[in-house]
């Protein structure tokens, strides 16, 4: 007869829920991830997407939506979320953090639940050790945006659909509904995870499932279809809507910003596999244990489990090689990492059972199990640190609030800054410069600074801002290069962002050598691009017709695609050619 003692539970288990497990282990490693999440919420300045919740999250309750929508690419129970911890001052970096804080938490918790339905109350506790710890967790736990939930809900949805599928249970299906339509509500992106629990679903529709009645499979999919419909009533309405600008907006090249075009290569998948999972390092050895431990399940025939674990990880992945979406960061699948954590807990707890009842041991069980349990909780302290100082160490994002201090303190009066992204254009990243600097500049006061992108470098000149001073602030994320700057020049590096005081008052002559510095800093042809377009704009505005041309045709021998290059190009062409 098959062994399905790991789904059954003891009269201890039964009673509190723990097992064999102590209350004061998940607690800890609860508590731990407190620690890791809350410390620090208002050291980092806010970057252009925190920037962009506060904007939206501002919104009455019934103009949220709306904004979610005219975005392209959020869902707006996020800012819903958030809407009552917007403030101004300087705590707004605290409160704004905290539902994200307070979701990473959830996470842990979540994480020990999924581990405990799939592979057991051990499994259940080195997970979410393992969660707690993960430097990708801890940073997304400290940024006000709805990753951390993301992965909280996803996780929550997958535990209440596995314990639904073998108890059918009202309570677990409701849960479900809840946690999955949540999930859809705070981002697209759990597409991810839906798919793989459809996959899993297919599979628990024919496949027998231990320790539950024998149930024809019509009635099994009766069950199914009644909690997925609940889903489908809640959340269909809002994807007839969003759905198809989302997939448009991340597929469509016309769609994209110059130079942001997703390649998918081999050190790109690499890069975002060491970003998911803390470095290459922590990357190699978990990946290992990863595989280890669904070899292990596959042995020991836990089919359902293994192959959730499995697709869980393996569509996102599958949906970057297919699909070649126009930009991808790790956050966007965050919620492989917990999963690849219960998976490798599950891996450490067999291992560890294996180990205490190793028959060359002359201690007693109690030593042996505690050995076991500080040597392994030793190993994933000692396996985190490094990544974790790093997480700790390292400022992640744009300081928008360190350079708008430095330019509230020393700009004059009137000061035009010259702001240049890494990749320029309507909605681009040229944009996140304005964004952040007038997010930040009216808490000193300083709303008189003029803010102005290369992209719309000929107001300079047409509204008359000549003869102030003149500055420049450079978002960057390639390693700078160390131009020779005129005498006098100076600059101030930031995290990612660098501000130049020319100690010049604007004029075409000062802006172009502003524009060739920024030109050397520059690493790539798309914002190179824009500056050399800016450039022309410049000469032309000073009747120089001759150099705008050449400008204009350094600009066509890198002209990167889609539609925000094109614009910018029709915009230099036209104000060449309408010199007087």
Not at 55 to 62: F, G, M
Not at 351 to 374: C, E, G, I, N, Y
Not at 544 to 569: F, H, K, M, N
Request: proline residues 5%; aromatic residues 12%; hydrophobic residues 50%.
């Amino acid at each position: 007869m098959r062994d399905i003692s790991y789904l059954q539970m003891s009269a201890v288990e039964e009673r509190t829920g723990n097992g064999d497990c102590f209350p004061w282990a998940i607690l800890g490693a609860l508590l731990f991830a407190a620690l890791l999440c809350w410390q620090r919420l208002a050291d980092e300045s806010l970057w252009l997407d925190e920037i962009y919740t506060i904007w939206t999250a501002r919104l009455s309750w019934l103009a949220v939506p709306a904004a979610a929508l005219a975005s392209g690419s959020h869902a707006p129970l996020w800012f819903w979320i958030t809407h009552p911890f917007v403030t101004d001052g300087p705590a707004q970096e605290f409160l704004l953090r905290f539902p994200a804080a307070c979701a990473g938490i959830v996470a842990v918790a979540a994480a020990y639940a999924l581990g405990r339905a799939l592979f057991g109350c051990k499994a259940g506790v080195w997970g979410a050790c393992l969660v707690a710890l993960a430097p990708v967790m801890v940073r997304y736990s400290q940024e006000a945006r709805m990753y951390s939930a993301l992965a909280a809900a996803t996780l929550l949805s997958a535990a209440f659909l596995w314990r639904y599928v073998h108890r059918w249970r009202l309570a677990d299906g409701l849960g479900f509904l809840v946690s999955t339509t949540a999930a859809l509500y705070l981002s697209y992106f759990a597409l991810f995870a839906i798919a793989a629990e459809m996959l899993f679903l297919i599979a628990a529709l024919w496949l027998p499932l231990p320790g539950t009645r024998d149930e024809a499979p019509t009635r099994r999919l009766a069950r199914i279809a009644l909690a997925w419909s609940g889903v489908g009533v809640l959340f269909l309405p809002w994807a007839v809507m969003a759905l198809r600008p989302f997939l448009s907006r991340q597929t469509s090249l016309s769609q994209s910003v110059a130079g942001w075009q997703v390649t998918v290569t081999l050190p790109f998948v690499l890069n975002l596999l060491h970003q998911l999972l803390g470095g290459s390092a922590l990357a190699l050895l978990l990946s290992l244990l990863f595989v280890a431990s669904c070899m292990l399940l596959l042995y020991r025939r836990r089919w359902l489990a293994a192959g959730l674990a499995g697709a869980w990880v393996a569509i996102p992945w599958l949906v970057i090689l297919l699909l070649q979406p126009r930009r991808f960061y790790v956050r966007y699948m965050i919620m492989l990492q917990p999963m690849i954590a219960i998976t490798v807990g599950a891996g450490l707890q067999q291992l560890s059972d294996a180990v205490v009842r190793w028959r060359a041991w002359r201690w007693p069980l109690q030593w042996r199990k505690a050995l076991l349990t500080a040597l392994i909780a030793g190993g994933i302290g000692m396996a985190h640190i490094g990544p974790l100082m790093t997480l700790y160490t390292q400022q992640q994002n744009e300081d928008w609030r360190g350079v708008a201090e430095y330019l509230a303190r020393e700009a004059a009066p009137g000061a035009v800054v010259l702001c240049h992204g890494e990749a320029p254009g309507r909605d681009g990243d040229e944009g996140r410069v304005r964004i952040g600097l007038g997010h930040y500049l009216p808490r000193w006061e300083r709303e008189d600074i003029q803010l102005i992108g290369v992209d719309e470098i000929e107001k300079i000149f047409q509204e008359g801002w000549e003869e102030r001073e003149l500055w420049g602030v450079l978002w960057h994320h390639a390693p700078l290069g160390q131009p020779s700057l005129p005498s006098g020049w100076e600059e101030t590096e930031f995290t990612q962002v660098l501000a130049i005081r020319t100690w010049n008052q604007t004029s075409p002559s000062a802006v172009t050598w502003l524009l060739e510095a920024f030109l050397i800093y520059l690493p790539n042809d798309a914002p190179r691009y824009h500056t050399e377009l800016a450039l022309a704009k410049v000469s032309a505005l000073a009747g120089d017709e001759a150099t705008a041309r050449e400008y204009l045709d350094a600009a066509d021998r890198i002209r990167p695609g889609g539609s925000y290059a094109d614009r910018a190009w029709q915009q230099a062409i036209r104000i060449v050619e309408e010199m007087p």
